[in-house]
């Protein structure tokens, strides 16, 4: 019955060429293909712009996902962009307990979300400019994801970083989600 | 059953596609290769390029010509495949009868979108349900892996020689396309046992001449039309046929015509087509376990459409509540109106909720499905139907 199982849905905030659609799939992946649980991830179908808000969806279950309608109250929210709070709404439909983690060199007080969201900030871009050599953080964010949460294991990151990526670029940015994972946990 | 362990990938519909179609062998994909295409055609050029796939990919300037270029492939004695969507659908309908009507046994995927105006490139069904009276056998699909089997056996339903008709396969837009999930990849042994070479009936062929594309007047235009209707009906047994075949090689089996779930005793149940059949699944599942007496019927093929297994199902149903994605403008949704159709004269037939929903991208939710089974289940037998708008 579908009231018994639970159902992780993330959503992904970025900026168009941030990877957020990239980052969602390599969730998927992570924990379909190396943890024998069912996924599917997926856009926001809107048009895309470099440099403009994107979103993208990640659902992560026990059994099939048969569902196909969007994501309305996420229990995960990446942030790759701190500059989109105030320009899209980060907490829409984030029901109490549920976690956000956010790249960006403010403290948690600073970001001012609701006390009954738990929130989790790196410095991702530093992270990612100094080990991969480019502040794209999709894969920062995965292993800070892995480290703070019981969502995905930080080895099905890697393995799924290691299958979506070129062999010398997939070392750097295992790299980045290893050293975020540390970071965070 | 196959013994081998087939491949695991977390991929979109439009990769599992792609890669039906190299397993299937074949030779000659043609395609418009800019927007509204989707990634299929993508996939299989770089299949192509990377050496792994033996097949020529002809681009072509519209979807007009990719049909075409595909129907030549298929006089010649050739596999061939094509895709599109939306708008280049709808520039393919002229040789989308010609296709149909020459008897031509191919395999087109849609990735089903709205179509213009206003302009919209997002799900719905639209597109499909305008090339309905095209003589194409087309089947709705619910999941990647779904998407994938029924090109697989889209080949062996059309190129049988009971029926040489050209096969739709329709896949919902984004939802489905454009959505990663698992996929199991079937090896390339066990798919060569399922689907053997094309063993077309005529061919272009200098020392044995044929005329084809011939011209028909009066008696013999409508003799050659009664026959093409024979055979679109008898594809609805071969449809059958198949799927039961593929499950005894794979495993998989999508119930034939329409899939029925969890009608056993049930007062009012959902009919769809397509992906949204997974939402459905879900709500008819939760109210059950309410204890109300909901279920679903996904029809999968649209064209042959199944009237005896729907008259069958519905024969015992207080109300119906169907989702169509489309519209026959000036009259209802064509799942609604064919239902209707189909069920004259079958006594006391249940009360018709036909409701249009999900059209340019509208996202369809749980509690919409709901909505409208509640409205079903409120429904007294013989009220007359009712349509309704539900994305606004």
């Given at each position: 019955m579908s009231q018994n199982m639970h159902v992780e849905e993330v959503r992904w905030h970025g900026r168009g060429g941030q990877g957020a659609?990239?980052?969602?799939?390599?969730?998927?992946?992570?924990?379909?293909?190396?943890?024998?649980?069912?996924?599917?991830?997926?856009?926001?179908?809107?048009?895309?712009?470099?440099?403009?808000?994107?979103?993208?969806?990640?659902?992560?279950?026990?059994?099939?996902?048969?569902?196909?309608?969007?994501?309305?109250?996420?229990?995960?929210?990446?942030?790759?962009?701190?500059?989109?709070?105030?320009?899209?709404?980060?907490?829409?439909?984030?029901?109490?307990?549920?976690?956000?983690?956010?790249?960006?060199?403010?403290?948690?007080?600073?970001?001012?979300?609701?006390?009954?969201?738990?929130?989790?900030?790196?410095?991702?871009?530093?992270?990612?400019?100094?080990?991969?050599?480019?502040?794209?953080?999709?894969?920062?964010?995965?292993?800070?994801?892995?480290?703070?949460?019981?969502?995905?294991?930080?080895?099905?990151?890697?393995?799924?970083?290691?299958?979506?990526?070129?062999?010398?670029?997939?070392?750097?940015?295992?790299?980045?989600?290893?050293?975020?994972?540390?970071?965070?946990? | 059953m196959s013994t081998r362990t087939p491949a695991r990938k977390y991929i979109t519909a439009n990769e599992a596609v792609a890669c039906a179609a190299r397993l299937a062998r074949v030779e000659v994909i043609a395609a418009y290769p800019i927007t509204p295409q989707t990634t299929i055609v993508e996939k299989l050029a770089s299949f192509i390029a990377?050496?792994?796939?033996?097949?020529?990919?002809?681009?072509?300037?519209?979807?007009?010509?990719?049909?075409?270029?595909?129907?030549?492939?298929?006089?010649?004695?050739?596999?061939?495949?094509?895709?599109?969507?939306?708008?280049?659908?709808?520039?393919?309908?002229?040789?989308?009868?010609?296709?149909?009507?020459?008897?031509?046994?191919?395999?087109?995927?849609?990735?089903?979108?709205?179509?213009?105006?206003?302009?919209?490139?997002?799900?719905?069904?639209?597109?499909?349900?305008?090339?309905?009276?095209?003589?194409?056998?087309?089947?709705?699909?619910?999941?990647?892996?779904?998407?994938?089997?029924?090109?697989?056996?889209?080949?062996?339903?059309?190129?049988?020689?009971?029926?040489?008709?050209?096969?739709?396969?329709?896949?919902?837009?984004?939802?489905?396309?454009?959505?990663?999930?698992?996929?199991?990849?079937?090896?390339?042994?066990?798919?060569?046992?399922?689907?053997?070479?094309?063993?077309?009936?005529?061919?272009?062929?200098?020392?044995?001449?044929?005329?084809?594309?011939?011209?028909?007047?009066?008696?013999?235009?409508a003799a050659w039309r009664r026959e093409q209707q024979a055979a679109a009906e008898k594809a609805g047994e071969v449809i059958v046929e198949v799927g039961d075949e593929f499950a005894r090689v794979f495993g998989r089996h999508y119930g034939g015509l329409i899939e029925p779930y969890r009608c056993e005793g049930a007062e009012a149940v959902i009919l769809l087509m397509g992906a949204l059949t997974g939402t459905a699944r879900e709500v008819v599942d939760e109210m059950r376990a309410d204890g109300q007496a909901v279920g679903l019927i996904k029809v999968r093929a649209f064209r042959p459409f199944p009237v005896q297994s729907l008259r069958q199902a519905l024969s015992l149903v207080k109300a119906a509540a169907v989702l169509d994605r489309d519209c026959s403008w000036g009259y209802g949704g064509a799942l609604a109106t064919d239902l209707k159709a189909a069920l004259y004269s079958l006594p006391n037939p249940p009360a018709m909720l036909n409701f249009i929903g999900g059209l340019g991208g509208a996202d369809v939710s749980p509690e919409q499905m709901k909505y409208m089974l509640d409205k079903a289940l409120a429904a007294k037998k013989g009220a007359p139907s009712s349509m309704e708008f539900i994305d606004l």
């Open positions: 659609v990239l980052g969602a799939s390599i969730l998927g992946s992570a924990a379909a293909l190396y943890e024998g649980r069912y996924a599917t991830s997926f856009p926001s179908f809107g048009a895309e712009r470099r440099g403009a808000p994107v979103q993208a969806f990640t659902r992560i279950a026990d059994r099939a996902i048969r569902t196909r309608s969007q994501i309305y109250h996420p229990t995960k929210v990446i942030v790759l962009d701190d500059t989109l709070f105030g320009v899209v709404d980060i907490t829409a439909g984030i029901p109490a307990g549920a976690s956000v983690l956010v790249n960006t060199s403010k403290s948690v007080p600073e970001l001012s979300l609701p006390a009954s969201i738990k929130v989790v900030t790196l410095d991702a871009s530093a992270i990612a400019r100094e080990i991969i050599g480019v502040a794209i953080v999709n894969t920062t964010m995965l292993g800070a994801l892995a480290g703070a949460t019981a969502l995905v294991s930080l080895d099905a990151v890697k393995r799924a970083i290691a299958d979506a990526l070129p062999e010398k670029v997939a070392k750097r940015n295992i790299a980045a989600a290893e050293a975020a994972y540390e970071k965070v946990r | 990377r050496g792994e796939m033996d097949a020529d990919f002809i681009k072509v300037e519209s979807e007009h010509s990719a049909l075409t270029a595909c129907m030549g492939a298929r006089m010649a004695g050739v596999r061939a495949f094509t895709s599109t969507s939306s708008q280049g659908l709808e520039y393919m309908h002229e040789m989308l009868a010609y296709v149909s009507g020459g008897r031509y046994p191919l395999v087109l995927v849609n990735v089903c979108r709205s179509v213009a105006l206003p302009w919209s490139i997002w799900g719905d069904q639209q597109d499909a349900i305008q090339q309905r009276d095209t003589g194409w056998i087309q089947i709705f699909t619910e999941t990647g892996q779904e998407a994938m089997d029924m090109v697989l056996q889209a080949y062996r339903i059309a190129e049988d020689h009971r029926i040489l008709l050209p096969v739709m396969i329709c896949l919902d837009g984004f939802i489905q396309s454009h959505t990663e999930e698992l996929v199991e990849i079937p090896d390339q042994e066990s798919v060569d046992s399922f689907l053997p070479p094309y063993d077309p009936v005529v061919t272009l062929d200098v020392d044995n001449p044929h005329t084809i594309s011939m011209g028909g007047f009066g008696k013999h235009y």
